[in-house]
């Protein structure tokens, strides 16, 4: 079946630098890919719809300068959390489509 | 918006035993599907089931879209089944943007 990496699986950094999460289809090209965060034992949120060759559509509540989106080819998708604080500390998940989704990016911001 | 609610919970079973897992949905979906996370994160599609009834191996699962509800049967339980498991649908015209129910986790006993 259709494959989804991440890299990386996860990542600690300080509080105010940028982190970078790549999202690659591996095996099919997607048009169109989505980004989640997940709080410990909470559910699946959907933060934004990442768009190849163009921008980013974010849902509400979500601020898109501090999650940057770029959906560099068909294949690649990177989320760019800037600034970060402890407070997006969290469980970020990638899907390149509906069906499948990537391992996840555990990211701890001290 | 659409809300996705799950039941139960939480699930406590002995390993061989039955179960069922619920999911209902307040509006007219285009898509649900059921999602296993195991410990590590990884999301596993289980079924892409909108409407009817599908079964794999021990799963099955039914949604009858026009109650608005999924059920997904998990037989003869095995300790590798434990996990959270999601619903999640996608509203008509969405274009694969997903919302996730609260999830159920189970633990299956040896």
């Known amino acids: 079946g259709a494959v989804v990496s991440q890299h990386p699986s996860w990542v600690i950094c300080k509080s105010g630098t940028s982190v970078k999460i790549e999202c690659r289809s591996l095996d099919f090209q997607a048009t169109t890919m989505f980004w989640y965060r997940q709080f410990p034992k909470q559910s699946l949120m959907l933060m934004a719809t990442?768009?190849?060759?163009?921008?980013?559509?974010?849902e509400q509540g979500v601020e898109k300068d501090k999650f940057l989106i770029n959906h560099a080819s068909l294949t690649l998708s990177t989320l760019t959390v800037t600034s970060a604080h402890p407070e997006d500390s969290s469980f970020y998940i990638c899907?390149?489509?509906?069906?499948?989704f990537g391992p996840g990016t555990r990211l701890t911001v001290l | 918006g659409i809300q996705v609610e799950q039941s139960p919970p939480d699930l406590i079973l002995q390993e061989g035993a039955n179960s069922t897992l619920r999911c209902n949905f307040s509006d007219s979906v285009n898509n649900l599907q059921w999602f296993h996370q195991n410990p590590w994160g990884q999301l596993i599609n289980l079924f892409y089931i909108p409407s009817g009834t599908k079964q794999n191996g021990r799963l099955s699962a039914t949604t009858v879209a026009t109650e608005r509800y999924s059920l997904l049967y998990i037989s003869s339980s095995q300790t590798t089944d434990s996990g959270v498991y999601f619903c999640?649908?996608?509203?008509?015209?969405?274009?694969?943007?997903?919302?996730f129910g609260q999830g159920t986790e189970l633990s299956v006993k040896p």
């Open positions: 990442s768009n190849e060759g163009s921008k980013a559509t974010y």
């Open positions: 999640a649908v996608e509203r008509n015209n969405q274009g694969g943007k997903l919302i």
């Open positions: 899907s390149a489509n509906e069906q499948f």
